[in-house]
T-cell receptor
Framework: DAMVIQNPRYQVTQFGKPVTLSCSQT?????MYWYQQKSSQAPKLLFH???????NEADTPDNFQSRRPNTSFCFLDIRSPGLGDAAMYLC????????????FGDGTRLSIL | SQQGEEDPQALSIQEGENATMNCSYK?????LQWYRQNSGRGLVHLIL?????REKHSGRLRVTLDTSKKSSSLLITASRAADTASYFC??????????????FGQGTELSVKP
């Protein structure tokens, strides 16, 4: 089945140690999104790509970076994770346009030691 | 800035009962979407209602939209234990080239007891 796949499902890293989360999709959607979701909170958009056009949210910390080498893959890099970055990170895709639903992966739960 | 507020924050019902969740938002929208999230999983799209629509159905789901009150409701009829999840509304705001960006409400945690 076409889907959005996130790896790993669980990631543990040390305070300050860089970590990369990955997302792949077989839907051939040109828009990809990264969200951060803390416990019992709404998903918060960090950034998104229209094709290779990167769009950062104004309040996304500089500590968070992203790469999209091709249509299928997108990466979230956290350069120096702090304790406050422990969260679920969700990747989503959609077609371009106003009336398009988003398709989510199952997320990566990040823990910081 | 947060767009959606949901009410109630938590809802507990018995299997077979109906569940109603409400969402309010602040600015003009292109459309409003509802998503479900099971514990520890990603979000699943349930239904999208456009700003010029007032009601939409999908199986046991019924969504209403009142743009004059900037509010929406999600009704799940004849609930099942498998409906236990968090439900989020999300708005696609009318604003320049932001088509496709969603702002999520805080969610309603629904518990359906067998």
């Amino acid at each position: 089945d076409a889907m959005v796949i996130q790896n790993p499902r669980y990631q543990v890293t040390q305070f300050g140690k860089p970590v990369t989360l990955s997302c792949s999709q077989t839907l051939n959607h040109n828009v990809m999104y990264w969200y951060q979701q803390k416990s019992s909170q709404a998903p918060k958009l960090l950034f998104h790509y229209y094709d290779k056009d990167f769009n950062n949210e104004a309040d996304t910390p500089d500590n968070f970076q992203s790469r999209r080498p091709n249509t299928s893959f997108c990466f979230l890099d956290i350069r120096s994770p702090g304790l406050g970055d422990a969260a679920m990170y969700l990747c989503a895709t959609s077609r371009t346009g106003t009336y398009q639903p988003q398709h989510f992966g199952d997320g990566t739960r990040l823990s910081i030691l | 800035s947060q767009q959606g507020e949901e009410d109630p924050q938590a809802l507990s019902i018995q299997e077979g009962e109906n569940a109603t969740m409400n969402c309010s938002y602040k600015t003009s929208i292109n459309n409003l979407q509802w998503y479900r999230q099971n514990s520890g999983r990603g979000l699943v799209h349930l239904i999208l209602i456009r700003s010029n629509e007032r009601e939409k159905h999908s199986g046991r789901l019924r969504v209403t939209l009142d743009t004059s009150k900037k509010s929406s409701s999600l009704l799940i009829t004849a609930s099942r234990a498998a409906d236990t999840a968090s439900y989020f509304c999300a708005t696609d705001a009318v604003s320049g080239n932001q088509g496709g960006k969603l702002i999520f409400g805080q969610g309603t945690e629904l518990s359906v007891k067998p």
